[in-house]
C-alpha cells in the first residue's frame, strides 16, 4: 500500500502533472500546426518548375513502377535515409528496409492497394531511417499516362515521429495522473464549469457512499448539505473574484443513506492558455472521526458540568510552581461568584475560609506539600454574598520523577444541606421510633445479611410471635420454599436501590398464611453501600378474601351477560321451531306417524328451552329450586357444552347406565358441579393434553361405606365420576384442595373456588366427594348423591281448546322467521295480525292510526327502537292500549318495570301457542298478566 499523502502533497502533485499534461498538449498543437502547414506549402502550386518544388519540399516523396522498383526520390528522402544522389533508384522496398522485411512488406501492401483502388490514400506508415524507428503520414496516388492508363505509384510523406512522441508522452503523463488519481486515499473529483461532477477517484465513492456511476450523473449542489450549500457557493465566488487559484473550508455532505458526512474540502481551480477555468479539482477529506470525538468530548464536558451542578461538587488544579490555580464552573457556585467572573487564586480561597476554620485549613494544605499524600477535610467557608457554608474538600499531591511536588488537584463539595438533613434526622430518631411503636402497620428492618434487627409490636402480633423472639432471626425464616425465593430475587432489587410494593405471603407461628402489602426500601450508609432494608407491613388477608369473592361475582357477571345474548339468539331459533312445530301437529290427523315425530320434536325444545333456563339461572345466581332430576339427560346435555371450551387435546367419553335413575337436586348446581370438576381436569391436561370421562353409575352404600362426620345415611346412590390423565395432585396439597381460596393455578388461570363451591353444593344436596390421584398418573373425582324414586316433573303443553279471538293484533319483531311464525299462530287462533318488522315500522303504523288495533304484541330487543321504548311511545299516543312484551333474555327492562310503565303482559321466548293464546285472552279480557 502507498504511503498516504497529505492533502498539500497530493495537490502538488496533481497540479505539476496538470501542467506537464498542458505542455505536452501545447507541442503536440504546435507540430499539428507545422505539419500542416508545411503539407499545404508544398502541395500547392505556386508557379514554379515541379523539380524544383520536389526538390525544395522537406517531405520525402517517391515513384515507383508497377513492379515496385523506386524510379524517383526527393532529396529530403535521400537525406531521410542517408542514401547518395541516385543510389536507391530501381531498387525496392526490401532493398531501403534490408533486414525489416515486415516494413518492406507493409509498404509493398500499401501501393499495391492504391494501384488497385486507382485513387490516392492516406496511410499511417512506420519505416526504419538511420536505426530508427520513424511514423509518416503518407499520401499515396497513381499516376496515369496521356491514355489515363495507371503506369507507376507516387507518394510524399510527412513525418510525424515527434508528434507521435508527444502523444506517448501525454499518455503516460494522463496515466500518472490517474494512478495518483485513483490511489489517493483523499477523495478527489473533477468539476466542470457548470458544477456537474466529471470524475470521482474510489475514496468519494466510499467517503459519500454512493457508486461511481451515480456521482457521474450529478452536480456538486445534490451532494452538499443544503444548510451548507449557499457558504460554499459564496467561497467559490470569492476565490474566483480574488484569482485565488486554490483554497480550503470545512463543510458537509449527505451520504446516500441520508446520513451527515463532515469534510475538509480544498479546491483547485485549472485554468487554459486564456486563464479561464477550465476545471475544478476537488479534494475531501474525512473528519467524521474528528467531528465524533469533537461532540463526544463536548458531551462529556457537559455532563461533568451537569454532574458537578447537580452533586455541588466542583474540581480543581493548583499548580505549586508556578500557584496557577484553575476551578471547575461549580467551584466558583459554591464561593458565591459567577463562573469565570474573578480569577482563582489561593489568596481568595482562603479569604473564603471561616476564621475559625481558617488555622486547620491552613495546616492541611501544609502537610500535603510537606509529604501527606492526601488529605479529607471539612470546614466552613462564607461565599461572596456573606452566607455560611459547610464544604468537604479533598486533595491529592502530584510530584515530579524527583519527588518534589508540582501540583495539588481535587474537589470541593458543598455538604450544607446533607448536615442540616443530618442533624435533622438525629433529632426526629427518637420521635420516629415513638411513632413506629404507635403505628398499627407493621415496621420490620433487617440489616445486609437479611437478619431482624427492629420490629414493632403490630407485626409480632401478625406472625404470632413477640417482638423478642423476632429479633435477630433471618427473615427466611418465616416463609416457606417459594417465598424464600421470591424474597431473594426482591433483596436483590435493594440492593440495587430500588424501592417498590408488592404483595407476599409468611407462615405464621402457628402455620397459617399470612397475606400482606408490603412496601420495601433500601438501606444504605453515606457511601451508598447497601446496609439492609426496612419494610411497612399491611395485613390483607381479609381483603384478599373479598377480593377473590368479588372477583367471582364480577365473572360470574360476565357469563350472565354472555349466556343472556346466546340466550336471546337460541330462544328465537327455538322459537321458530316449536312454533313451526306445533302448527304441523295441529293439521297433522292424530293416525299420522309423523305426529308422535313432531310431538318428540317439540318435547326436544322444550328440553333446550329449560337448559337455557338453566344457564341463565346459573349465570345469574338466582335461587334454585329441588325437584326429582334425571341425571343421565343433564350429563349429556352438559358434555356438549364442555366441547365449548375444553381444547381440542382433550378427548372427552361419557359413559352413563340406568336412565330412568333419579336424585332430587337443583338441576343448575348439578350442572355448575360438572362443568367445575371438568374445567379441573382440563387445567390437569393442557399442556400434553389426555382423556376426559364422565361416568354415572349406581350404587348401594352402608355406614361403612360412608365418610364420617359428612351426616351422609346409608341407601342406595348415584356416582357422578369425573376422571382424567393429566397430572395428578401432590399429597402434601390433598388435604386442602376443598378449603375456599386454595389453588394451584397461576393467577390468570381462576380463583380457586371452585372445588370449595362443588363440595358446598354436594354436601347441601345430602351426597359427598371422594378422590382418587397419584402424581403423574391424573385424578378420578367421585360425587356421591342420594338417589330417589320420584318421577321427574314433565310440563304439559295444552294444544286443544285454545282460547281464541277476532280483535285486531300489530305483531312487531325483527326476526323474519318469527314474524312470519307469529303471523301463522295469531291468524290460527282466529285474530286479525298486521305485522311490523322492528319498532321504528310499528311506531309509524301506529301512529297513521292509533285506534285501529286492539292489542300490540312486540319483542323487546330490536335495533334503533326497542320494545321498551316502542311501548313508551304508543302508551303516550293511546294509554288505553294493551301491550304485550316477549323476550328470551334482556336486562333491559324486568316484568316488574314492564307492569310499572303500563305493560299488560310479558312472556318469554320461545312462545308455545298455548301460553299466547292464554296471556293474549287474559289481556284482551282485562286480566293482570304479569
Request: contains cysteine.
Amino acid at each position: 500500500m502507498s504511503k498516504s499523502r497529505s492533502p498539500s502533497e497530493l495537490e502538488k502533485q496533481v497540479l505539476d502533472l496538470e501542467k506537464e499534461n498542458r505542455s505536452l498538449r501545447e507541442e503536440l498543437s504546435a507540430l499539428r500546426q507545422r505539419n500542416d502547414s508545411v503539407d499545404k506549402k508544398n502541395l500547392e502550386p505556386s508557379g514554379v518548375s515541379l523539380d524544383v518544388w520536389m526538390r525544395n519540399l522537406p517531405s520525402v516523396a517517391f515513384a515507383k513502377d508497377l513492379d515496385g522498383s523506386i524510379t524517383y526520390v526527393n532529396p529530403a528522402f535521400e537525406q531521410l535515409f542517408g542514401l547518395e544522389p541516385g543510389e536507391i533508384l530501381g531498387k525496392t522496398d526490401f532493398d531501403l528496409y534490408a533486414g525489416f522485411p515486415e516494413t518492406a512488406e507493409s509498404m509493398r501492401a500499401n501501393d499495391r492497394k492504391v494501384l488497385k483502388e486507382g485513387r490516392p490514400l492516406t496511410l499511417a506508415e512506420t519505416a526504419v531511417a538511420d536505426g530508427q524507428e520513424r511514423h509518416f503520414v503518407s499520401v499515396k496516388f497513381p499516376v496515369r499516362d496521356g491514355e489515363g492508363k495507371i503506369v507507376s505509384v507516387a507518394g510524399i510523406a510527412t513525418e510525424i515521429t515527434d508528434l507521435r512522441a508527444t502523444e506517448k508522452a501525454l499518455q503516460e503523463s494522463e496515466q500518472r495522473f490517474r494512478s495518483a488519481f485513483e490511489a489517493s486515499e483523499i477523495g478527489m473529483a473533477i468539476v466542470g464549469r457548470d458544477g456537474r461532477l466529471l470524475a470521482v477517484n474510489p475514496a468519494v465513492t466510499r467517503i459519500l457512499g454512493y457508486s461511481e456511476q451515480e456521482l457521474l450523473c450529478r452536480f456538486v449542489t445534490d451532494i452538499v448539505h443544503p444548510e451548507d450549500l449557499r457558504e460554499s457557493l459564496e467561497n467559490h465566488e470569492m476565490a474566483l473574484a480574488a484569482g485565488r487559484p486554490s483554497y480550503s473550508h470545512e463543510k458537509r455532505y449527505l451520504h446516500k443513506d441520508g446520513s451527515v458526512v463532515w469534510g475538509i474540502l480544498t479546491v483547485s481551480l485549472l485554468y487554459d492558455q486564456e486563464g479561464n477555468v477550465i476545471y475544478v479539482l476537488a479534494q475531501l477529506q474525512d473528519v467524521r472521526a474528528r467531528k465524533l470525538a469533537e461532540e463526544a468530548l463536548r458531551k462529556s464536558e457537559r455532563l461533568m458540568q451537569d454532574a458537578e451542578r447537580i452533586a455541588h461538587v466542583g474540581s480543581y488544579s493548583r499548580d505549586l510552581r508556578t500557584e496557577q490555580l484553575e476551578w471547575s464552573d461549580e467551584v466558583y457556585r459554591i464561593f458565591g461568584h459567577e463562573p469565570r467572573a474573578v480569577k482563582p487564586t489561593f489568596d481568595l480561597v482562603s479569604r473564603h475560609i471561616h476564621p475559625d476554620d481558617a488555622q486547620r485549613f491552613q495546616e492541611a494544605n501544609e502537610a500535603l506539600i510537606s509529604g501527606k499524600e492526601a488529605y479529607d477535610l471539612e470546614y466552613r467557608i462564607v461565599r461572596a454574598d456573606g452566607q455560611e457554608r459547610i464544604v468537604r474538600s479533598r486533595a491529592r499531591l502530584e510530584r515530579d520523577a524527583s519527588g518534589r511536588p508540582v501540583r495539588m488537584f481535587g474537589s470541593v463539595h458543598d455538604i450544607t444541606e446533607r448536615r442540616r438533613d443530618e442533624e435533622a434526622l438525629k433529632r426526629s430518631e427518637k420521635r420516629y421510633r415513638e411513632l413506629l411503636e404507635a403505628l398499627q402497620e407493621g415496621i420490620w428492618v433487617i440489616d445486609a445479611e437479611a437478619k431482624t434487627t427492629y420490629v414493632n409490636d403490630p407485626m409480632a402480633r401478625m406472625l404470632g410471635y413477640t417482638v423478642e423472639e423476632m429479633q435477630g432471626r433471618a427473615l427466611f425464616s418465616f416463609m416457606d420454599d417459594r417465598g424464600v425465593q421470591i424474597a431473594q430475587e426482591n433483596l436483590q432489587r435493594r440492593k440495587e436501590g430500588i424501592q417498590e410494593q408488592h404483595e407476599f405471603e409468611f407462615l405464621r407461628k402457628d402455620g397459617e398464611r399470612l397475606h400482606t402489602l408490603i412496601e420495601t426500601s433500601p438501606l444504605t450508609d453515606e457511601e451508598g453501600i447497601y446496609t439492609g432494608a426496612i419494610a411497612g407491613v399491611v395485613d390483607i388477608t381479609r381483603r384478599k378474601m373479598l377480593e377473590s369473592q368479588l372477583l367471582q361475582t364480577h365473572k360470574m357477571e360476565a357469563v350472565g351477560t354472555m349466556a343472556g345474548g346466546i340466550a336471546h339468539d337460541i330462544n328465537n331459533i327455538l322459537g321458530i321451531i316449536v312454533g313451526n312445530t306445533e302448527l304441523a301437529i295441529g293439521d297433522i290427523p292424530d293416525w299420522s306417524p309423523a305426529l308422535e315425530n313432531l310431538e318428540e320434536i317439540r318435547d326436544a325444545c322444550l328440553r333446550a328451552r329449560d337448559v337455557v333456563k338453566q344457564i341463565l339461572a346459573f349465570s345469574r345466581q338466582t335461587e334454585h329450586t329441588v325437584k326429582p332430576v334425571r341425571l343421565v339427560p343433564l350429563i349429556r346435555e352438559s358434555s356438549k357444552l364442555l366441547r365449548s371450551f375444553i381444547p381440542s387435546t382433550v378427548e372427552i367419553q361419557v359413559e352413563t347406565s340406568g336412565d330412568g335413575e333419579t336424585v332430587r337436586a337443583d338441576p343448575t348446581q348439578i350442572h355448575q358441579v360438572l362443568l367445575n370438576l371438568c374445567a379441573n381436569a382440563s387445567h390437569a391436561m393442557e399442556d400434553r393434553g389426555g382423556t376426559l370421562e364422565i361416568r354415572l353409575d349406581s350404587e348401594v352404600l352402608g355406614e361403612a361405606d360412608l365418610p364420617q362426620r359428612e351426616g351422609c345415611l346409608p341407601g342406595p346412590y348415584l356416582r357422578l365420576s369425573v376422571r382424567d390423565t393429566g397430572v395428578g395432585i401432590d399429597a402434601l396439597i390433598l388435604p386442602r384442595i376443598f378449603d375456599p381460596y386454595f389453588t394451584t393455578k397461576a393467577a390468570e388461570k381462576g380463583t380457586g373456588m371452585g372445588l370449595a363451591v362443588v363440595h358446598g353444593i354436594v354436601k347441601k344436596h345430602g351426597g359427598f366427594i371422594r378422590v382418587e390421584t397419584e402424581p403423574g398418573e391424573g385424578s378420578v373425582f367421585h360425587v356421591f348423591l342420594p338417589r330417589v324414586e320420584d318421577a321427574p316433573e314433565h310440563e304439559a303443553t295444552p294444544t286443544e281448546n285454545l282460547p281464541r279471538g277476532t280483535e285486531r293484533v300489530l305483531f312487531v319483531d325483527d326476526e323474519e322467521g318469527l314474524r312470519k311464525l307469529g303471523g301463522k299462530i295469531l291468524g290460527r287462533l282466529g285474530y286479525q295480525v298486521e305485522i311490523a318488522s322492528g319498532g321504528v315500522e310499528a311506531l309509524e303504523t301506529f301512529k297513521a292510526d292509533p285506534g285501529r288495533f286492539d292489542l300490540i304484541l312486540s319483542d323487546v330487543t330490536m335495533p334503533h327502537l326497542t320494545g321498551k321504548d316502542l311501548a313508551v311511545e304508543v302508551l303516550n299516543i293511546r294509554p288505553d292500549i294493551p301491550v304485550i312484551l316477549c323476550t328470551g333474555f334482556s336486562e333491559m327492562i324486568t316484568p316488574e318495570e314492564a307492569h310499572a310503565m303500563g305493560v299488560k303482559g310479558y312472556v318469554l321466548k320461545p312462545l308455545i301457542v298455548a301460553e299466547i293464546a292464554e296471556t293474549l285472552r287474559r289481556v284482551l279480557d282485562g286480566e293482570k298478566a304479569l
